[in-house]
């Protein structure tokens, strides 16, 4: 299979979604982020999400969004067209075998957990629902989100189509073959905590030379924001970006030499190669 991706933007006026109920197993960050998309977009009425979740306070936060909150995972499936299984990978097997005899064939599944693959969902549920398998990130939260999805053979366009929306309201999404879905997670899913690193330690290093921690963090953060776009509209790779910022005999070469020396570019691609092991483990 090729490699590809396939960005899609959608707008405001297409939004709009469908009258099908969508249920969340799970009211956690990215539960709670998905929702405040859809009902800040007008997307779809809160009458026709439903949550469940072991929680009750986080039962309540989601009442208060005039959301329909269940009982019980098996009550919320029964009146779910479209049901997110947005909790831990580790409480996947113990959730699917809560539901999997209320679960019927029509029933669309939607799985945001780290190496949770559509076969293994399928494979506990015993039934071949049609299914989307999402990696988004917790930028979703700022409507900021980096999402990546996949869709099972057996799910209709308009499912599909369904789903896509949930994620677009809230950032860019990502249309890859499944075959990528592990290695993904690397590069959107858990990547905010390598760049969250990074800013730490600049703060650091800024905080250690007397700079003011909040007037360095300002900085930093615009300085984030401005390389993301010039990275996104500059038209230049990242590496003709670097030479242009590393003038010969200039701070930043110097700076540049410490990173590649201390071997920080090999450094990030180990990471990234265990977190894409980690998500194969998980999905076992």
Do not use: H, W
Not at 166 to 195: H, R
């Amino acid at each position: 299979m090729p490699l590809f991706f396939i960005f899609i933007k959608i707008s405001r006026g297409a939004s709009k979604m469908s009258e099908k109920k969508t249920g969340f197993i799970g009211a956690g960050n990215m539960a709670t982020a998905i929702i405040n998309g859809i009902l800040k977009n007008k997307a779809k009425s809160a009458d026709k999400i439903n949550v469940f979740d072991l929680d009750s306070e986080k039962l309540n936060l989601m009442s208060q969004k005039g959301v329909n909150c269940m009982e019980s995972g098996k009550e919320l499936v029964k009146n779910s067209d479209i049901i997110v299984l947005a909790v831990k990978p580790q409480n996947y097997d113990s959730v699917l075998n809560e539901i999997k005899d209320v679960v019927e064939e029509n029933k669309v599944f939607v799985t945001i957990a780290a190496g949770i693959s559509i076969e293994y969902v399928q494979t506990k549920l015993e039934k071949q629902c049609p299914m989307v398998r999402v990696m988004p990130n917790t930028p979703l939260l700022l409507g900021k989100g980096a999402t990546a999805m996949c869709r099972s053979e057996s799910i209709t366009d308009e499912d599909f189509d369904e789903v896509y929306k949930m994620f677009a309201l809230s950032g860019d999404v990502a249309i890859l073959p499944e075959s990528q879905m592990n290695e993904i997670i690397a590069v959107n899913g858990s990547s905010p905590a390598y760049i969250y690193l990074f800013a730490k330690s600049m703060v650091d290093y800024a905080v250690s030379v007397g700079i003011d921690r909040d007037t360095a963090l300002t900085l930093i953060c615009k300085t984030f924001e401005g390389s993301a776009e010039m990275l996104r509209s500059s038209g230049d790779s990242p590496e003709t970006l670097i030479e242009k910022v590393s003038s010969k005999g200039g701070t930043t070469i110097e700076a540049m030499k410490i990173l590649n020396e201390r071997e920080v570019p090999k450094a990030i691609f180990d990471a990234m190669a265990a977190c894409t092991k980690r998500a194969e483990e998980l999905g076992k």
